[in-house]
Every structure is written in structure tokens, then in C-alpha cells.
């Protein structure tokens, strides 16, 4: 499944690296403590956090995942779009809690 | 943990200097400070902030017009929620003596709704310097929560928790590269006080000369843990 296709299913809003909604999703995690994100995290996958500090974008691109997803109506600051769109990083923000946004994804095939 | 028992037991297990830092509170502060007048040991002031991130951060200061400053910028910025005594125990205030003085009604557990940028920034506004604490711990510690430091940060030393030596706190997180490494007791009560210390070479308690001491300008020193 393509990013753009989760953003319209679930009602996104991209605010960064539209460009790269292209990308296949191959999984999923949830999770706002980074090192463990690091350390569990898979390439390709799509990133459930409510965590909008500039480093989610560096562990996105460490990692390789697909994209964020701001989850519970989180803002992210202006530093981590701006890395965000330098680094090619879709971020994906929704008022949808954590649990909601993992569930709907788990629904569309995201596994 | 009254000030004057805090003041008597960090004198008497050998301290020089201590700084309050209660959790997104200042109200406890001036009180230590009064209770060790002619006692020798130093108080610095301050607050653990916890950020919006969930990280938790050391502000010291040397007076408390700025620690005020900031904890206006921390009501504004936590939810409203009240405390329950029952579950979080009560927040209370007293005075130099030890003798109530009153109590804090808003929950002071949780995150504030600011940024580590945001926190770093009001403590430098008000000549304070920041300090992110336990950086090593899963809960409320820099380097887990954040999982590496920021190219931002501010703060010109880190607090490593007392489970991890300075050799295995830098080969834990080879990131933290030269930056100095602090321990503080973390004392949530009296018999704590004192159980993590660290050495500095300054000629007086205050910010500045702990900056110095972080630099190693004229002959201050951060030495680390002390054994």
C-alpha cells in the first residue's frame, strides 16, 4: 500500500515531503519513546507518534520508514517540517489518537 | 523532607553546594535557601521541568526573580488538572523553619506544553542554565526519550543517573561525545541526599562559575563523579 492511499483513507493531512506519498508501506509501529523506535523500528514501515521534536525525522531517515504520522492532534514545530521536507520525510497529521490511527491502518491491510 | 532537615543532612554528609529543583515547582526554593544561612552550604535555585517531549530538564538559577519568570511561563503551559492527594500524595510548600506554608493545588506530575527549545530558551532569557536530567533513564531522560541529542540543545552538561559510571554512561551513548557529565542524588528523600555527587573546582556557587566549570575557563573544573 502507498502512503497517498493511507493519507486519503484515513484523512491525513500531509506537511511535508508530498512528493514521497508514493512510497509503499510495508508495516507499521507505534510507539513516542525514540531509542526504542530506533531499536524496534523496520525500513519501510509508517511511524504512529505523538512526538513532533525535530529528531523524529533523523530516526525516520536512520530507519528508512515510509513516513510519520503525528497522531492526537500534534503540531509539528517548525524545525521538523522544514528537516522533514530537506530530508524527504512525509509527515502526516491527523486529530485521530494513536490507537485509532493503528487500528484503521491494521483494517486497510497495513500489518 | 523539611529545609531545615535537607540543609542538616547535606551538611552533614559533606556537601557544599545543592540546588532545589521540585517538579515544574519553585515554590520550595527561597525556603532552603533561608534555611542554610550561616550554614555554609550553598543553595542554587530551580526547577525540573518536564517538556512537552516528556523530557526532564534541570533550570538553575542564582536568584529567584527569574526562577519566577519561568515558573509563570510552566502555569502557563500545564494543564489544569488538580491534584489528588490520595493518589500523587500532597504538594506541599513550607517555610525556613519547616512549618507549613501552604500547598500547590495543580497536579505538578505531568508534561508542560512546552518544547525543549522553548524551556532551554526561558532559562538562558533569565540567566539560568539548563541541565537535561537522568539522561539515561527510559523514563523522562534525554537521550531515551529523544533517542539522541538534539543539534539545538543548549544545555552545556548532562545529568547521568547514578546507575551508570561516567566510562559506561559514554560508551552507553557515544553521541554525548566530550560533553561533561554530571550526577546528582536526585533525592526524593533525606536519606538520599548526597548519594550521587559531583566534584567541581569553582570559587563560588553560582551559574557562572559552573559554566566556567563546564569550559574549563580559568582553572574551574568539572571533575565528575565523585567516588
Known sequence: MRLAQIAAELDLQPRSAQASLERAVTGGHVGDLLSAVMAQAKPG????????????????????????????????EAGTLARAEAEGVPILCTGLGAFEVAGRLYELGVR | MTPPAIVERAVGVGLHVIAITDHNAAGNAAAVRRAAA??????????????????????????????????????????????????????????????????????????????????????????????PSHVDRRAYGL????????????APALEVSGRLTEQE???????????????????????????????????????????????????????????
Open chain 1, 45 to 76: 514501515q509508517v511511524w504512529v507518534t505523538v512526538q513532533v521534536h525535530p529528531n523524529i525525522v533523523a530516526v525516520a531517515v536512520l530507519l528508512g520508514l515510509a513516513g510519520i504520522i503525528v497522531a492526537a492532534n500534534g503540531e509539528p
Open chain 2, 169 to 227: 554512561a559514554r560508551e552507553r551513548y557515544p553521541g554525548i561525545a566530550g560533553r561533561p557529565l554530571v550526577w546528582g542524588s536526585d533525592a526524593h528523600c533525606l536519606a538520599d541526599i548526597g548519594k550521587c555527587q559531583t566534584l567541581f573546582e569553582i570559587g563560588a556557587a553560582s551559574v557562572a562559575e559552573l559554566r566556567w566549570a563546564f569550559a574549563g575557563t580559568d582553572g574551574r573544573a568539572c571533575r565528575g563523579r565523585a567516588a
Open chain 2, 38 to 131: 550561616g550554614s555554609g552550604l550553598a543553595v542554587l535555585v530551580g526547577m525540573e521541568v518536564e517538556t512537552r517531549e516528556g523530557v526532564h530538564v534541570l533550570c538553575l538559577f542564582d536568584e529567584m526573580g527569574p526562577l519566577e519568570e519561568l515558573q509563570q511561563e510552566v502555569w502557563a503551559h500545564l494543564p489544569t488538572a488538580p491534584n489528588d492527594p490520595a493518589l500523587f500524595g500532597e504538594q506541599l510548600l513550607l517555610d525556613e523553619r519547616g512549618e507549613m506554608a501552604g500547598s500547590c493545588d495543580r497536579l505538578l506530575l505531568t508534561a508542560t506544553g512546552l518544547n525543549l527549545a522553548a524551556v532551554e530558551a526561558q532559562c538562558a532569557a533569565g540567566g539560568g542554565l539548563t541541565i
Open chain 2, 143 to 154: 537521550l531515551e526519550v529523544l533517542g539522541f541529542l538534539p543539534a539545538d540543545l543548549a
